[in-house]
C-alpha cells in the first residue's frame, strides 16, 4: 500500500476495532500511532489506513436502482420447458449495499411476485423458484403470497437437483 500519512492524521487499524494518530514517523514504511486509549504503537503502514468521516462515503439511494425495478426478463421457453428464478439476493440486486433483513426479504418478495405477474402475462406453465435454505423465511413468505394466485399450486422442486431450496408453481 502507497499511502503517505503525515503526523496528526487519523487512521484506523486494519486487525483491530480501534483507531489512532499519527504522533511519529520512523521510517517510509513504519509510522508511531498513539491509539484512543493512550498507547503509542509502532506499526507497519500495510496495518493502518486513513480514517475518514462517515459523510465521505455517502451514498445516494436515488442512484441505486434494483434489479426488479425494470421489467422481468422472460427468457423464450419451448411449450414444455420451466422458467428457472433465482431469488438470490446477489441475483436480484444491483448492488451490494448494506440492507437490513426486512429489505432484503421485501426485495425478494417483490422479485417473486414481478415474476408471478409476468409468468401470467407470458402464459407460462411452470416456474422453480430457488429461495435457498437459510432459515426459512424467504419460503415461508412465498407460500403466503401464493395464496394471492387463484390458479397456482406449488410444490417442492425435485430434490436430487435443488436439495430443500426450491419450489415449483404450476398454473393450471
Not at 94 to 122: P, S, V, W
Not at 132 to 149: F, P, S
Request: net charge negative; aromatic share 10%; glycine share 6%.
Amino acid at each position: 500500500m502507497n499511502t503517505k500519512f503525515s503526523l496528526g492524521d487519523k487512521v484506523s487499524f486494519l486487525n483491530e476495532k480501534r483507531n489512532g494518530i499519527v504522533t511519529g514517523i520512523v521510517s517510509n514504511s513504519r509510522m508511531l500511532v498513539t491509539s484512543e486509549d493512550g498507547f503509542e504503537i509502532p506499526v507497519s503502514i500495510d496495518e493502518i489506513v486513513p480514517l475518514t468521516e462517515r459523510a465521505d462515503y455517502f451514498v445516494d439511494s436515488r442512484k441505486i436502482k434494483e434489479k426488479d425495478e425494470h421489467e422481468v426478463n422472460v427468457p423464450k421457453l419451448e411449450h414444455d420447458e420451466i422458467w428457472e428464478v433465482d431469488l438470490h439476493l446477489n441475483d436480484i440486486l444491483d448492488t451490494g449495499r448494506e440492507m437490513t433483513d426486512h429489505e432484503k426479504l421485501l426485495a425478494q418478495l417483490k422479485y417473486f411476485n414481478k415474476c408471478m405477474h409476468a409468468a401470467i402475462a407470458h402464459r407460462i406453465k411452470k416456474i422453480i423458484f430457488i429461495h435457498g435454505i437459510g432459515k426459512g423465511t424467504l419460503k415461508q413468505e412465498i407460500l403466503r403470497e401464493l395464496r394471492n394466485y387463484e390458479k397456482a399450486r406449488n410444490y417442492e422442486a425435485p430434490f436430487k437437483k435443488y436439495g430443500f431450496g426450491a419450489m415449483v408453481v404450476e398454473f393450471y
